[in-house]
């Protein structure tokens, strides 16, 4: 869907020895025009029956909506799939009846409303958020600390980092967000498909600047972490 009002979005980095120092976006994040959004509404019907899982990646330009998630929502109501949502700030409320969100831990922190100091605050603010947005799932990235699963009544599942060295950790939240859905799309559960979306991003923080992963990369670190123990023999 082409918006010939709006710029796309353009992102500077300004990198010294290695490391970003400063990044200049020039953009427009205003809401979409209603022309606009009802062409991505109707883009979503028209393909909903065609895909196995709906990733709504919001970076907060303007483009996820009210109206948007309301159509996504509405059909997953109507012809479930799984809905994974990489989430912003101040857009918590229009996430609610999706199956799975991944919020950072400030973003965890947002959503919940509280601090989060330690395990029994990670673990009171996560119950809080799957009861809040009605999830199925809640899967919190913690950096350096890992990630941590929450589905309903059952107990909070840590899932240690995996990274060896970080360079850059531009990208890794959204290599989980893409790497899990892709992971549920294929018919895997929730611990099996984060236990593999956290090997992505341990891929991608090895490598400097915006990073994908390889299929074949992907493939030797779950190889490798199933041997040392940091990943299930189911989590194939």
């Not at 009171?124 to 990630?147: D, P, Q, S, V």
Request: proline content about 5%; overall charge positive; charged content about 30%.
């Amino acid at each position: 869907v082409v918006d010939g009002g709006r710029p796309t979005t353009i992102k500077t980095r300004v990198i010294a020895g290695g490391q970003q120092v400063v990044r200049f976006d020039r953009e427009r994040r205003t809401p979409l025009p209603a022309p606009e959004e009802q062409k991505i509404r109707q883009h979503l019907r028209e393909l909903w029956d065609e895909v196995d899982c709906v990733l709504i990646s919001d970076y907060g330009k303007g483009v996820i909506t009210r109206g948007v998630m309301e159509e996504v929502l509405g059909l997953k109501g109507e012809r479930p799939k799984k809905v994974v949502v990489d989430p912003k700030v101040g857009n918590f409320h229009l996430y609610r009846g999706a199956s799975i969100m991944t919020p950072n831990l400030r973003e965890a922190e947002a959503a919940a409303g509280m601090k989060i100091l330690d395990q029994m605050t990670l673990k009171e603010a996560g119950r809080k958020i799957l009861k809040r947005f009605r999830l199925e799932a809640l899967l919190i990235t913690r950096g350096e600390e890992g990630m941590a699963l929450f589905v309903p009544r059952k107990q909070m599942v840590p899932i240690p980092t995996v990274a060896r060295e970080v360079y850059d950790v531009t990208g890794a939240g959204d290599t989980v967000a893409a790497v899990l859905s892709l992971c549920l799309a294929s018919g895997l559960d929730y611990l099996e498909a984060s236990a593999i979306a956290n090997c992505a991003a341990g891929v991608v923080v090895g490598k400097l600047g915006t990073a994908v992963v390889t299929p074949q990369e992907l493939r030797e670190s779950v190889q490798r972490h199933r041997r040392e123990g940091l990943l299930a023999p189911e989590n194939h």
